[in-house]
């Protein structure tokens, strides 16, 4: 990077932690730095909740994904519309009434202790484990543009992050998200325009629209049934719906976010302005992906994007990589002028588009064994480099400054979402764990203080998760499998306490238990793609509730 790119990064970090400092001011209780007091409007809430999905994960790892797979990936939000619906008419409402910290809360008043700290437990341990993934996200960067160690980079990363959520709390959290979000959305609008503008002389937007349709990267609707397949319209729709259900419904690191809402009203419309925009947000954002594939069409592609192991491999094997260099190299040749012929020949069944098709193919071999031999000979590094095609992008084809400012944006998305999951985090080991044990509330003061406590140790854990989230894969995946291994039991235990009431504590607890150990088999013997768990997980608390109730078992 250059000195003006370094200058943009640290003046863009600096203010947003000195402004969410400044907004720290006037703690005074657990109410104040869990809830900002709920005095929060409903655009504020609507930036919050999206800034708390939209993690550095997904500005850094979704245009390789949609670069290696296409656009398919964008159906895994068509259940949230609907969600968004079923959230407000009847999870918003019954947690404003009850005046909560944490969803959780609700459970001990509808069933009883132990299953509110069963559910609490559940969201701890997934929450913190997928944070730990949002933190080690940024930490590529630094660990890229730097040449630092990974492990230093995710100290450094956390470490700045946990300033103003530390001292801040849920005000300074919800603040900050609203700039950093703005300068978000308007830097990836800028990176798309230039992803184009990088283009060969005479070649267009619809033109790398034509190369990234005919390599099948605009597959955006999957319309075949399959158990198996990740990212298809009954797996978007269904188990979407069910994702999004628990995640906004249940997960406190999203309800934290409309809680802070001054009324139901204000809730409700920050969540369904949310349902609106997601999905469009997220469509454009996989686009650019699909648009880097058609620039690396006409521009030379490095053989793995993870710059760093692929230097360590060169000293490795220098002689073996050197050989699959040279037919890269001019396969690639070939393959630019075929991309240019197919652009101007664009007759459906030419014999360009079939070169075109097949010299991609041989590409993807080449590129394949060299993600083989880095798993092989180079040790602690991430051979599969999806999370790593953005960022090549931007580190080797943008303009000074602007270099800069795209880091800035990746650090502030990773900031956003995880300082609320820590916010959320801290609210729910507070209120769901250690004040439960207190007979006598503390005074405003002591929470305050324990609030902050919470915040600094669930930090400190999630930047050692971080510390063992490289060989992961692409970072979007896995924080969606993680959460899909738990959120179907969480969102099967509000189901059954919102819509059957006659169903006991006991009843639940069991099934609970039951279906979470039901998730994690299927899971293991990879019956069904991921998005299936949330469903799995729900329906089985619901029928093995069922069960157990009509026995009267458990009454």
């Given amino acids: 990077m250059t000195a003006l790119d370094w200058i943009v990064l640290i003046v863009t970090l600096v203010s947003i932690i000195s402004y969410g400092v400044y907004k720290s001011r006037g703690q005074h209780g657990a109410k104040t730095y869990l809830l900002a007091d709920r005095k929060m409007p409903w655009y504020i809430v609507l930036l919050g909740v999206m800034a708390t999905q939209a993690s550095a994960i997904t500005f850094l790892s979704a245009p390789g994904q949609a670069y290696t797979d296409g656009m398919r990936f964008v159906q895994y939000y068509f259940g949230l519309p609907i969600a968004m619906v079923v959230i407000c008419i009847t999870f918003i409402p019954i947690f404003q009434k009850l005046n909560v910290y944490t969803a959780y809360e609700y459970l001990e008043n509808r069933f009883d202790r132990k299953t509110r700290l069963l559910t609490a437990f559940l969201f701890l341990l997934s929450r913190g484990l997928s944070t730990g993934i949002s933190i080690y996200a940024p930490s590529i960067i630094l660990s890229s543009i730097m040449g630092w160690n990974i492990y230093i980079t995710n100290i450094i990363t956390g470490g700045l992050l946990i300033i103003y959520t530390f001292s801040g709390g849920a005000k300074a959290i919800a603040h900050t998200q609203k700039l950093q979000f703005i300068i ?46 990740r990212y298809n319209i009954w797996s978007g729709v269904i188990g979407g719906f069910f994702l999004a259900l628990s995640y906004f419904g249940t997960d406190n690191s999203q309800v934290g976010r409309y809680l802070t809402a001054k009324n139901t009203y204000e809730s409700r ?127 080797h084809s943008l303009p000074s400054g602007l270099v800069g400012l795209l880091f800035a944006v990746i650090f502030l998305a990773s900031w956003g979402s995880i300082s609320a999951a820590l916010n959320s985090l801290a609210a729910s080991s507070l209120m769901d764990v250690q004040l439960l044990a207190h007979k006598i509330p503390p005074s405003e003061d002591k929470q305050l203080w324990l609030g902050r406590m919470h915040t600094l140790l669930w930090g400190v854990f999630c930047i050692g998760v971080a510390m063992f989230a490289t060989r992961m894969g692409s970072l979007i995946e896995a924080v969606n499998i993680l959460g899909s291994l738990f959120y179907g039991t969480i969102l099967g235990i509000f189901l059954v306490a919102f819509y059957m009431k006659k169903i006991s504590g006991n009843s639940v607890f069991i099934a609970a238990l039951v279906a979470e150990i039901c998730v994690i088999v299927v899971y293991t013997l990879d019956v069904v793609s991921f998005l299936w768990l949330n469903v799995i997980g729900a329906g089985a608390v619901v029928i093995i509730s069922l069960l157990l109730s009509q026995k009267k078992v458990f009454r």
């Fill in 269 to 395: 419309i920050g969540l369904l302005m949310n349902g609106l925009v997601k999905v469009p947000m997220q469509f454009l954002i996989l686009l650019i992906g699909a648009l880097l594939f058609a620039f690396y069409s006409f521009q030379q592609a490095p053989l793995n994007f993870n710059e760093s192991a692929y230097n360590k491999l060169k000293v490795q094997i220098p002689s073996q990589l050197s050989q699959i260099e040279e037919q890269y190299v001019s396969l690639h040749k070939n393959y630019q002028s075929q991309a240019l012929q197919l652009v101007n020949d664009r007759s459906d069944e030419t014999e360009a588009q079939q070169q075109f098709l097949t010299t991609q193919k041989e590409m993807s071999v080449l590129r394949d064994s060299v993600h083989g031999l880095i798993s092989k000979h180079v040790s602690q590094s991430d051979a599969n480099d999806t999370n790593y095609i953005f960022l090549h992008f931007v580190t």
């Fill in 184 to 229: 978000i959305l308007g830097a990836m609008a800028l990176a798309g325009y230039l992803v184009v503008d990088n283009l060969p002389n005479g070649l267009g937007f619809t033109d790398a629209l034509y190369v990234a349709g005919k390599s099948g990267k605009l597959n955006v609707i999957t319309t075949e049934f399959d158990w198996k397949d």
